[in-house]
């Protein structure tokens, strides 16, 4: 019979019978095992009995009690018990127990014979495990002596089981005495155990079993099983003994795998099991517990201390065996340290139970994808170098929204650098994004999508599609990128989604770690600086040789609109702004980010966007071949692009007048100077009415029907801001506005005191700022312009001026009484009409700017305004003692420029009486003579050409 499970309603019931049979699940010591028996039930724990030698004792093994020192022949007698009956089926015969469970039990073990001579005999031997222990030495009889003598309890009566018994192990010890075998040698063995941590290092033990063992593994008995994937180990190889680390003992987690954890009830509080923990410990346990195995040790988890490895069985690999049922699943980090070969046997067991559900995949179902599962299309542009933009195939790219970022399945690439965030560019992510970006961008590509996730943005989340990329013959663009070494393997939890092809972008990481490749390199990443020639001085002073360099391959990094873009020149090493010559662009929208800021731009115009898209579509991150023939002083570089190669080789310029994105510029055709072939194609565009020319008697009608006229006024006027050379802010001489803010702000900062106070931020919000004038801090009405980090840039709207303010200490809300609804803003935003001087990023545009300050600052001029032009008012200034209007003195100086007709008709257009505007543009365009002639200022090196207003 086998051994049956005590009843917990009878405690009294015996816990063995008296024979019966078990299972041998571990070894104590030389003369006590653990027996098992049958679950009374599918899926209940199986009966344990601890069960000990009758009238026999072994030496005792190493402990924490005998500081882990073995007594002489311990550890020998418990291995002979061990190899001979762990796992085996034995007979028992239960001489003495206690009546519950938990108690041990006395009695004999029997196993049958081995040897043939008494197999051959009518009834089969059976081996008396305690008598044979005696005899080869590992144990002793508790009685000693020749004969038992006759009591009540043991009668001397042949053919007594007792009696007989006795005889026999003191026969068996006189044999083993004899023989001086086991404990009767001159030297038996006694231990010295090493724990790990303590006595060595698990790094230690790793390297030398390297350098000793045999195949670099190391012969080892499992003796504890903490979880199915956690055991306590002895080393048993005699190869460790010169380093001294046989019998050494230590923790091995089992590489590959992560089964649930057992529960530690002698915790406070208790810990409980997680779901099916007890299933894989006593499924580890009925194959491993107490059986000597060869080891390979692959390294140690990051707190050093436990080794992982790999256990070699012969019926095969025990992880293989826990992923297939369901009983663990496969750990990344530990896989990691692998050999990548062994892998996909793991994957496809652990797929296996996730397919069929069973234990801790029971609940488990297939990710839910919000989006389609495949996606074939066209790579429009890399974002990072994992991640990219793609047109699925039939769809038109009328909105930005329709490109589907995707993220590649379980890769990382080096983060590129953020200056406005102050993050560091990694090494190689420039690298990384280029080699996608040579792989993919303008290609057909087929995307299988794995999973989602929510990625932070801001305050937002944005749900990213992961998948495997497929391109010509690369089935995984991921896989090149970390074979390569630009990119690593994402680290995943071991429950999350993951690449199906995990474990060959793990093989392909370990191989250029092994090469040493990219991010894997031990040498300094050497930073590649790349002349930046958006710089307008250094664009115009370096002009000269990209002209001179004829036809240059570049890469179109970014593009402001359908015929503006920034690009890397790889044979020059410089980044430039280029624009196509000859053409104008409409006007796009902001990008999404920039809207987000509160950044301001031009007005949006008709086909702007399309004609943007339509150039990301065709150039962005495309190598193209430019022409550069000539450089504006804004420092854009001027010329011609084509794109495609051999019989598909085209102009873009010709393609996007051709399609209705761009037009010719109108002065350049006056001037004989656009290309006959350009004019040809906008033409053949017009008549039929394509893109821009769609809409052209669109826009007149709205125009006329909307036209207001504007009247002249006079008025006397302070300034109080300048801001350029012909951009400033002034207020009316006599306005009691101004002394009323002024009175009703000195009280707002009586009240209020100076602490700041939180505020909305939002771009064009009026708040009040905190400034001091020289007389000590005030609060004054201002508008945000511009959120920075801790700070906000302010427009005081009663002075002109602009500052930074922090956000914290320098804003607080306005009074609804002082809103710009209720006292409107005392300075006014002003433009010398008619009169266009450089910005003050140039020297001429200082110079236009301290005159202008020189010459009216601190004065009461006279204002003639003619009419609002963007939001500014178009006037003319004039000093009292001088009739020549300060428009005139800065043309005449050289500082500023006269304006085409075309402005003077556009500005006259809007006004009911232009009389004095013609006027002012004539005695603009003598001073402008006057000073071309005298070289001075803007014109002393000659003409400036009509480049120079293109900004």
């Not at 086998?2 to 030389?30: D, E, I």
């Not at 190391?218 to 306590?232: T, Y």
């Not at 339509?614 to 692009?641: D, N, P, S, W």
């Not at 006279?862 to 939001?871: H, L, P, Y």
């Amino acid at each position: 019979m086998s051994l049956p499970l005590p009843a917990s309603s009878n405690l009294m019931r015996p816990v063995l019978p008296s024979h019966g049979t078990a299972t041998v699940k571990s070894v104590l010591s030389g003369d006590t095992v653990v027996l098992t028996g049958k679950p009374p039930s599918p899926g209940a724990k199986a009966p344990v009995v601890i069960f000990t030698f009758e009238r026999v004792t072994a030496p005792r093994m190493a402990s924490k009690v005998n500081g882990n020192i073995d007594d002489p022949g311990a550890f020998p007698a418990r291995e002979w018990l061990r190899r001979t009956c762990v796992g085996k089926t034995v007979e028992f015969e239960t001489r003495k127990q206690g009546a519950t469970a938990g108690d041990r039990v006395y009695g004999l073990l029997f196993m049958p014979s081995t040897t043939e001579q008494e197999v051959e005999e009518e009834e089969e031997a059976k081996i008396n495990l305690a008598v044979e222990a005696v005899r080869q030495g590992f144990a002793t009889p508790k009685v000693f002596g020749p004969e038992t003598e006759a009591t009540d309890d043991v009668p001397l009566e042949e053919g007594d089981p007792v009696v007989e018994y006795e005889r026999a192990l003191q026969a068996a010890l006189q044999e083993a005495k004899l023989q001086a075998i086991g404990i009767h040698s001159p030297t038996p063995l006694v231990r010295s155990l090493k724990n790990a941590g303590d006595e060595f290092q698990t790094l230690e033990l790793i390297e030398k079993a390297k350098t000793f063992c045999e195949g670099n593994s190391v012969l080892c008995v499992i003796e504890h099983i903490f979880d199915g994937s956690r055991f306590r180990v002895l080393i048993t190889d005699p190869d460790m003994a010169m380093p001294e680390l046989q019998y050494a003992s230590f923790t091995l987690i089992l590489a590959g795998v992560a089964s649930p954890r057992v529960g530690n009830p002698r915790l406070v509080p208790p810990t409980e099991s997680e779901p099916f923990a007890d299933e894989a410990k006593q499924f580890v346990e009925s194959r491993l517990l107490h059986r000597e195995l060869r080891i390979s040790l692959h390294g140690t988890d990051k707190s050093g201390v436990c080794a992982v490895g790999t256990v070699h069985h012969p019926r095969g690999n025990i992880g293989v065996e826990l992923l297939k049922r369901g009983l663990a699943r496969v750990s990344d980090w530990s896989s990691r340290l692998m050999n990548p070969l062994d892998l996909p046997a793991f994957r496809v067991a652990e797929n296996t139970a996730k397919r069929t559900n069973l234990a801790v995949w029971h609940a488990y179902s297939p990710p839910q994808l919000a989006g389609a599962s495949e996606i074939i299309g066209t790579v429009v542009e890399v974002l990072t170098g994992d991640t990219v933009g793609i047109l699925p195939a039939g769809e038109d790219y009328d909105n930005e929204t329709k490109l589907k970022k995707v993220s590649l399945a379980s890769v990382r690439s080096p983060r590129v650098g953020n200056e406005r965030l102050g993050k560091a560019e990694e090494p190689y992510a420039l690298e990384c994004k280029d080699r996608l970006r040579v792989l993919t961008v303008g290609k057909n590509v087929k995307v299988q999508i794995h999973y989602e996730r929510d990625i932070p943005m801001g305050e937002t989340t944005q749900k990213r599609q992961f998948g495997t990329i497929s391109v010509a013959k690369k089935p995984d663009v991921g896989e090149v990128l970390v074979s390569e070494g630009l990119a690593v393997t994402q680290h995943h939890r071991d429950n999350e989604e993951k690449s199906p092809t995990y474990d060959l972008l793990i093989a392909a990481e370990v191989a250029a770690k092994t090469a040493k490749k990219g991010v894997h390199s031990t040498k300094d990443y050497g930073t590649r600086t790349i002349n930046d020639l958006t710089d307008p001085r250094k664009a115009k002073s370096y002009s000269g040789s990209l002209m001179r360099a004829g036809t240059l391959k570049a890469i179109v990094e970014y593009v402001f609109n359908g015929g503006r873009y920034k690009m890397l020149v790889p044979s020059e090493n410089c980044h430039i702004v280029f624009a196509l010559e000859n053409l104008k662009s409409p006007q796009p929208s902001l990008p999404a980010g920039a809207a987000m800021r509160g950044g301001q731009g031009r007005t949006v115009e008709p086909y702007g966007d399309a004609s943007k898209r339509h150039a990301r579509l065709t150039v962005l991150q495309r190598t193209v071949e430019i022409i550069c023939k000539g450089v504006t002083m804004g420092g854009v570089i001027t010329g011609e692009v084509f794109v495609g190669g051999g019989a598909q080789r085209r102009s873009f310029s010709l393609e996007m007048v051709g399609a209705g994105l761009a037009v010719v510029d109108q002065r350049k055709i006056e001037y004989g100077e656009a290309p006959k072939v350009l004019v040809d194609a906008q033409t053949r565009a017009s008549s039929n009415r394509v893109g821009l020319w769609s809409i052209a008697q669109k826009k007149q009608q709205v125009t006329v029907k909307a036209s207001v006229k504007a009247k002249e006024e006079m008025a006397k006027i302070q300034l109080s801001e300048i801001r350029s050379g012909n951009h400033f802010y002034f207020n009316v001489v006599g306005n009691k506005a101004g002394d009323v803010v002024q009175e009703s702000m000195k009280i707002f900062t009586a009240e209020h005191g100076t602490a700041g106070a939180p505020v909305d931020l939002k771009a064009g919000k009026i708040v009040a700022a905190l400034f001091n004038d020289g007389n000590g801090k005030s609060w004054y009405r201002a508008k945000i312009l511009e959120r920075r980090i801790g700070t906000a840039k302010v427009l005081f709207i009663d002075h002109g001026n602009v500052a930074s303010v922090p956000i914290k200490s320098g804003l607080r809300p306005l009074d609804i009484a002082l809103s710009p609804d209720r006292i409107p803003a005392v300075a006014k935003e002003g433009i010398l009409a008619l009169t266009k001087t450089r910005s003050l990023e140039d020297d001429e545009g200082i110079d236009a700017a301290r005159y202008f300050q020189q010459i009216a600052w601190g004065k009461q001029l006279t204002a003639r305004i003619f009419c609002v032009s963007e939001g500014k008012l178009a006037v003319s200034l004039y000093l009292d003692d001088n009739p020549s209007s300060i428009n005139e003195q800065l043309t005449r100086e050289g500082l500023a420029r006269a304006p085409k007709q075309m402005e003077v008709d556009t500005l006259s257009g809007t006004m009911l009486n232009s009389d004095n505007l013609g006027v002012l543009a004539r005695e603009l365009n003598g001073a402008e003579a006057a000073a071309r002639k005298a070289r001075r200022g803007l014109w002393r090196y000659g003409d400036v050409g009509d480049d120079d207003d293109e900004e």
